[in-house]
């Protein structure tokens, strides 16, 4: 199930930290009286009732000054567009520039969110600034306090106008297995290489995902490694065959005409990403030139299964490929992307990534006008299954 990001925004010292705490009911995040003592990001895992699992994340203040404060303040904005849902918090009926900054960006970013009025026991919102906040921004309006012995009832109807938002706004991701590339009945063969990146004991997240969908679609699925493909064709007959992009060329050998050949990592692109930009921009990679600069975009924290792909395997693929002397740069997590011209960034499938976060990333590079594609179509297109029909059958299934 999605984890879905609700990002805490204010300014110092609105009470951002102990309404995190009072929302997890652990003492996650450090409060004091000292302005600016939350200075990055932290984050906590709760489970929502009638939402599933969230990571709340508690932000420095947006007011923050001096040369670290506003590194820390634009980290807060980072994690603010990239959320499923925000509150921005103020306090004393006063909701200026700040406040109306962070509503603006988040409303370009498409971020929901909730306005929360803090400190309700030192000050009380007046209904007349609650009017008509909701009618300018369209959204909810809470009133709030995080003294604990009367933040009870406040929290409840907090919890409910977060758990309405999420709701409304529906997850933001498309399924990974559209029902009619693999429905109810329909054979699938998964290639999955056990090699020596492959973890001890486990399948990789991704190839777990597909799997699962596939058996919630009630698809009959049969699963491989490379090595295997010759015991299953040419006779074998599948629907589609969906493979690690590594193993691209020796399943794309295998497979008799007639069957789609897709991989994870496109149908994690089509998820999460803006599929068809990944796909317009592919191309890119004929255009390169030597002294080009590439940027490969990972999201995750976890890099163990991924971390070779990116970092070794796409640049050597593309320096073979292009026989050009390029530079590659290297951004992980939610990293911000350094500022620099790039020729084509690569973003990688985003297993542990939100869409939105992926989009927020993405968009910003696209802004600059610089190609974005991803790692499967990347790999893909170096090793020329652009030109195999089997291949781009499987994106007429799943372009939509
Ligand atoms: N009376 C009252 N005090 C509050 C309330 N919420 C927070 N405080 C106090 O306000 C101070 C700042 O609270 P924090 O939770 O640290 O505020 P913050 O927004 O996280 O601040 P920074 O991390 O500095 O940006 C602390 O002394 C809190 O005890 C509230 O609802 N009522
Ligand atoms: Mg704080």
């Known amino acids: 199930m999605e984890v879905r990001n609700i990002v805490v925004l204010g300014r110092r010292n609105a009470g951002k930290s102990s309404l995190v705490n009072l929302l997890t009911g652990q003492n996650v995040s450090i409060v004091s009286e000292v302005a600016g003592t939350t200075t990055d990001p932290v984050r906590k895992r709760m489970e929502i009732k009638g939402v599933g699992p969230c990571n709340i994340i508690d932000t420095a203040g947006v007011d923050d000054s001096g040369d670290v404060g506003a590194l820390r303040s634009s980290r807060s904005l980072r994690e603010a567009v990239g959320a499923d849902l925000a509150l921005i918090l ?75 938002a999420l709701n409304k706004t529906g997850a933001s991701e498309r399924e990974l297995v559209p029902e009619r590339l693999a429905g109810e009945g329909d054979r699938v063969l998964l290639v999955c290489p056990i090699d020596a990146g492959a973890p001890q004991g486990r399948l990789i997240l991704p190839q777990v995902q597909v799997l699962r969908n596939l058996l919630d679609n009630k698809a009959v699925v049969t699963v491989i490694q490379p090595s295997q493909l010759k015991d299953v064709f040419p006779d074998g007959k599948y629907k589609v065959v969906i493979t690690d992009s590594q193993a691209f060329s020796e399943v794309a050998a295998a497979v008799p005409e007639g069957i789609p050949v897709g991989s994870f990592s496109i149908l994690f692109a089509r998820r999460k990403g803006p599929f068809k930009l990944f796909l317009e921009s592919v191309s890119a990679i004929d255009n390169l030139k030597d002294g080009d600069k590439v940027l490969i975009l990972e999201s995750c924290t976890h890099r163990a299964s991924c971390d070779d792909i990116g970092r070794i395997k796409i640049p050597a693929l593309l320096k073979s490929y292009t026989g050009k002397n390029l530079e590659f740069e290297f951004v992980s997590g939610l990293d911000p992307v350094p500022e620099s011209k790039y020729a084509l960034a690569i973003q990688c499938g985003g297993c542990m990534a939100t869409s939105r976060q992926i989009l927020a990333r993405v968009e910003t590079i696209a802004e600059e006008n610089i190609p974005v594609t991803n790692y499967g179509l990347a790999i893909a297109f170096t ?14 299934l799943v372009d939509e």
């Open 383 to 396: 090793k020329g299954l652009f030109g195999n029909k089997n291949f781009t059958d499987f994106f007429g």
């Open 90 to 164: 103020f306090t004393g009926n006063s909701f200026l520039d700040y406040e109306r900054n962070l509503a603006s960006l988040l409303r370009k970013s498409g971020v929901p969110f909730i306005l929360v009025h803090n400190q309700e026991d030192l000050e009380h919102l007046e209904d007349e600034v609650r009017v008509s906040l909701s009618d300018e921004f369209n959204c909810p309006v809470v009133r709030f306090t995080c003294l604990k012995n009367i933040s009870g009832m406040y929290l409840a109807e907090l919890v409910d106008a977060i758990s309405d």
